[in-house]
């Protein structure tokens, strides 16, 4: 083989390896947040809109993240989505402020449930998603006066979570109602909180 043709070809090699590895670096550095939703303890409250009270279902998740690439990075805010059985679908508000400190929820015989959200909101917990340590905890969101009675009669078919990143990305995770069931004993040991003694299940 003549020398300048291999010397071409051995270049060209490194060439190509090269430009492997630094688009293997870029990808792997760029953060991809996945995770878990579990489905929402779900409730009611009014608020005052336009001067006027309006009801709505109040919807607590706890998102459980985690980062499959190399480069750490901070959620900044989140969307979501409840799509139904009958194809309709719905898109939740956020709740924001320091009012929602003061959400409680019914537990079996009307025992309340304080999920201490001033140490377990999700977006106030000083630390990044790490590509090896998870973020959780939770994230406070409101919807029709309905939606209250449609997750009774278990017309959710899916939620759709957009989490927004401090770079502007956004990491679509999609869960089924159906494989996302509450577990209030899980949560209680995840987020560190205590559930009344009355012995049963959610």
């Not at 390896?17 to 991809?32: D, E």
């Not at 939770?138 to 899916?158: C, H, M, P, Q, W």
Request: net charge neutral.
């Amino acid at each position: 083989m003549d020398a300048k043709l291999t010397i071409a070809i051995v270049s060209s090699i490194f060439g190509i390896s090269g430009w492997a590895t630094f688009l293997y670096n870029h990808i792997t550095h760029i953060p991809n947040i996945k995770g878990r939703i579990f489905s929402p303890i779900m409730g009611r409250t009014q608020i005052v809109q336009n001067g006027e009270n309006k009801d709505l279902t109040t919807c607590l998740f706890y998102l459980y993240l985690t980062n499959k690439r190399k480069t750490a990075v901070r959620p900044l805010d989140f969307e979501m989505e409840i799509t139904f059985t009958d194809g309709t679908s719905e898109k939740l508000q956020r709740f924001y402020g320091n009012g929602i400190y003061e959400f409680t929820f019914t537990w079996i015989n009307n025992e309340i449930i304080n999920p201490n959200l001033r140490e377990n909101l999700i977006y106030k917990k000083p630390q990044a998603i790490e590509p090896k340590e998870p973020l959780h905890g939770f994230v406070l969101f409101g919807g029709s006066k309905d939606l209250y009675e449609r997750n009774n009669r278990e017309e959710i078919a899916t939620y759709r979570l957009t989490v927004i990143d401090v770079f502007g990305g956004r990491h679509l995770i999609q869960e089924s109602n159906m494989d996302q069931k509450v577990n209030l004993y899980l949560l209680s040991d995840l987020a560190n909180f205590e559930l009344p003694t009355t012995k049963g299940t959610p």
